[in-house]
């Protein structure tokens, strides 16, 4: 599966983005989606994912009320709508794919990024204050 994310850039706090990340080479809806973003010097965090059928989302607490993940199944497309930006989110924002997070997994499984299998190149996202 190959994932390509775009809809970075550079925006000022309280400002809105939207990332796409397009999957290309599997059955999309067989997988379940995330996003997780790199800040300079940290480590990677979960962001926000979404289960593979149900659209069920799980979001970090960190983004619950600002941003919005969602999937369109017919375009083979993941978003992440960002809304009420802060200088604490910039990084790089990654997306990714999981073939093994099934019916039964529970939030904190989404959250782990070792359960994730494919991963995006990543796209920058730059708040200014």
């Known amino acids: 599966v190959q994932l390509q994310a775009s809809g970075g850039g550079l925006v000022q706090a309280g400002g809105s983005l939207r990332l796409s990340c397009a999957a290309s080479?599997?059955?999309?809806?067989?997988?379940?989606m995330g996003w997780f973003r790199q800040a300079p010097g940290k480590g990677r965090e979960f962001v926000a994912a979404?289960?593979?059928?149900?659209?069920?989302?799980y979001l970090a607490d960190s983004v619950k009320g600002r941003f919005t993940i969602s999937r369109d199944n017919a375009k083979n497309t993941v978003y992440l709508q960002m809304n009420s930006l802060k200088p604490d989110d910039t990084a790089v924002y990654y997306c990714?794919?999981?073939?093994?997070?099934?019916?039964?997994?529970?939030?904190?499984?989404?959250?782990?990024?070792?359960?994730?299998?494919?991963w995006g190149q990543g796209t920058q996202v730059t708040v200014s204050s």
């Open positions: 990714t794919a999981s073939s093994r997070l099934q019916y039964y997994s529970v939030s904190s499984d989404y959250r782990d990024e070792t359960n994730y299998d494919y």
């Open positions: 080479g599997g059955t999309f809806s067989s997988y379940a």
């Open positions: 979404i289960h593979r059928s149900s659209g069920s989302p």
